[in-house]
């Protein structure tokens, strides 16, 4: 199995997921083991083949450009776990 | 009993008003009140609200509703826990979406009830539908209805085991990496992917928006054509729905496969294939050619690189998708002092393991420095993937392969080991990757102990009429979908 570069509290961090010390040292053990499985992708010489985004192409999909109705203001709002006036509430951005 | 008939039987009895739509729905109500605290199929269910749909039907029925104008008139269908149906909660088996109630229909939804069917349930699967046990739900886990002991397969494991135990008619799940087929092979039942583009995923929570699609779970082939017609079709609200029109799926049903070209891929005969099923595959291609198919060996190359590719595809699209549920719009929220720790401690106390490990590793292939030798040579190897496959159907019409390599493992057996639990997903991988069609249906049983095998057959983009044409002519010749586990069959 190839070494690992890969740093869970790093990586955990710009994924916005808290973890424990006991779950850092668990995943960074498990994510090694799968990337040591993914490297088998090196073997391919893939230097003329074009990537895959999606398996069937479509491009530019438009609709008409008008006014149509959407999700009422009060049901959007009706699972935040904070609202008022209309609004999500969050905590402090900005001093 | 009623919840143990197929579509087509329920509607004609419907049709011919001998039983009401109350009481189908009721003998569903009652065969899950009798064993679900056992196999766990179900997270939540309104029996009050399905009811009244019920009775709604008989009133619509009274007044000259039938099948031919709605096909699904009166037919109780469960959802899995993935898909929105208004007013009813919505947790894709995650902490982290708290009390959420579903504000609207999914479009999938939507055509159900134009069709007549009775919408009822939540569905217990692998959280966010990352797994192939049902292990990852944070509801517990679904029992396998032939083995209490073992897994029924995953991420739709509710889907697959409600329908086998005939807890419903039928039922709808997604599949991204063989999430809706291969429970339906542990489960005995038949679990259809429809073409990337089919069906509309507005409604779906999504996981790799590149590779799920929403399809059926039914008691046979005939089901799941009727199913698939009434849920296909072009949708404004998703724009990867593609505009092909909707075939009448249940004429391709002719019995006739003189003459097709099913291909057997020699990588698909691996080690890790167990003997059994192994041997069960063969006997279907001999029962296929029999009924006049031509069998030809073909070549999938890259078979062998496809877990690699979906586990950097799947999870980098993850990663992005996840990113919604940070305790701001709905779910739930561990507050904090600034948003960025509220993020961090709400997305750490909701997700799961598996949901954490990927969302980590989907983060790493896209990070800065990464990108190319990860996500970008995944998205490579997947055009060489999809390649091959339309290689192979210049050749052929039909792919034929085992849908897993072993049947139903015990829980717990392979949860600690995430790789180990990925390599079992390893034939069903490369259809989502080439964004073909695919189905699975029983082909017959283990010994000791007697768990159900599955024929997976693999079809040309929107090739479902052949391939639903094999799967038929193949199933009404061998007599495997009549098969019920006993644990759910007692007491009749």
């Given amino acids: 199995m190839a ?12 994924a916005r997921i808290a973890l424990s010390p006991a779950e850092e040292a668990k995943l960074g053990a498990q994510l090694g083991n799968i990337l040591g499985y993914i490297e088998k992708l090196r073997e391919l010489d893939v230097s003329q083949v074009e990537p895959t985004a999606h398996a069937i192409p479509l491009i530019n999909v438009m609709r008409p450009d008008e006014i149509r109705p959407s999700l009422p203001v009060e049901d959007a709002l009706r699972n935040a776990p904070a609202q008022a006036n209309g609004l999500f509430l969050v905590p402090k951005i900005v001093e | 009993m009623l919840n143990q008939l197929t579509i087509a039987e329920l509607t004609a009895q419907l049709s011919r008003k001998e039983v009401s739509a109350r009481e189908a729905t009721q003998a569903c109500l009652d065969q899950i009140g009798r064993i679900d605290s056992q196999l766990h199929a179900f997270l939540s269910l309104d029996a009050h609200d399905a009811l009244a749909q019920a009775d709604a039907v008989d009133r619509a029925i009274a007044g000259g509703a039938n099948a031919t104008a709605q096909p699904l008139l009166g037919v109780p269908i469960g959802i899995k826990d993935v898909l929105a149906v208004k007013g009813a909660p919505l947790n894709c088996s995650s902490k982290i979406l708290g009390k959420y109630v579903s504000p609207y229909d999914a479009t999938v939804i939507e055509k159900l009830r134009a069709a007549g069917a009775v919408v009822f349930g939540r569905l217990n699967m692998d959280e966010f539908a990352m797994g192939s046990s049902t292990e990852n739900s944070a509801f517990g886990t679904t029992r396998n209805p032939w083995d209490l002991s073992r897994i029924p397969g995953g991420s739709s494991g509710g889907s697959a085991a409600a329908v086998a135990a005939d807890e419903c008619v039928a039922t709808l799940g997604s599949d991204t990496g063989g999430s809706i087929r291969q429970p339906a092979a542990l489960c005995g039942c038949v679990g259809l992917k429809p073409t990337y583009g089919r069906v509309s995923r507005y409604g779906l929570v999504a996981f790799a928006s590149s590779l799920d699609q929403i399809g059926p ?91 690699a590719t979906y586990y950097i595809v799947a999870t980098a699209e993850a990663s992005a ?16 002092d600034d948003p960025l720790a509220l993020y961090s401690k709400t997305r750490g106390a909701g997700f ?22 990860y996500y970008l040579r995944a998205q490579k190897v997947r055009t060489l993937i999809r390649q091959d496959f339309l290689k192979a159907f210049e050749k052929v019409d039909v792919i034929v392969t ?4 072993t049947a139903a493992f015990k829980i717990g057996e392979k949860s600690d080991d995430p790789l180990q639990m990925y390599l079992s997903d390893i034939f069903t991988i490369s259809c989502n990757l080439a964004g073909i069609s695919g189905i699975s249906l029983p082909c017959g049983f283990t010994s000791n102990p007697r768990l159900p095998i599955g024929l997976q057959l693999l079809g040309q983009p929107f090739g479902e009429e052949t391939l639903l044409r094999v799967a038929q002519a193949y199933e009404q010749s061998t007599g495997w979908h009549k098969e019920r586990p006993p644990f759910s069959a007692a007491g009749k």
Avoid at chain 2, 321 to 336: C, E, K, T
Avoid at chain 2, 402 to 405: G, S
Wanted: proline share 6%; net charge negative.
């Fill in chain 2, 321 to 336: 998708n996840l990113a919604r549920f940070d305790g701001i719009r709905y779910g739930q929220r561990v507050d904090a």
């Fill in chain 1, 3 to 14: 070494d690992t570069e890969l740093d869970v509290k790093y990586v955990a961090h710009l």
């Fill in chain 2, 352 to 373: 799961g393991d598996e949901v954490k490990r990927r969302i980590i590793l989907g983060t790493y292939v896209l990070s800065s420095g990464y990108y190319d030798a």
């Fill in chain 2, 402 to 405: 085992p849908t897993t390599p």
């Fill in chain 2, 217 to 307: 779970f039914t008691k046979d082939v005939r089901d799941s054509a009727t199913l698939l017609e009434v849920i296909s079709g072009i949708d404004h609200r998703d724009s990867t729905s593609l505009p092909q029109p909707v075939p009448h799926y249940r004429n391709a049903l002719t019995g006739d496969i003189k003459g097709l070209r099913i291909g057997l891929p020699k990588e698909y005969m691996i080690g890790g294939l167990d003997p059994e099923v192994n041997s069960a595959v063969q006997a279907a291609v001999k029962q296929l050619q029999s009924l006049g198919a031509e069998i030809v060996e073909i070549s999938l190359p890259h078979t062998d690189y496809a877990v």
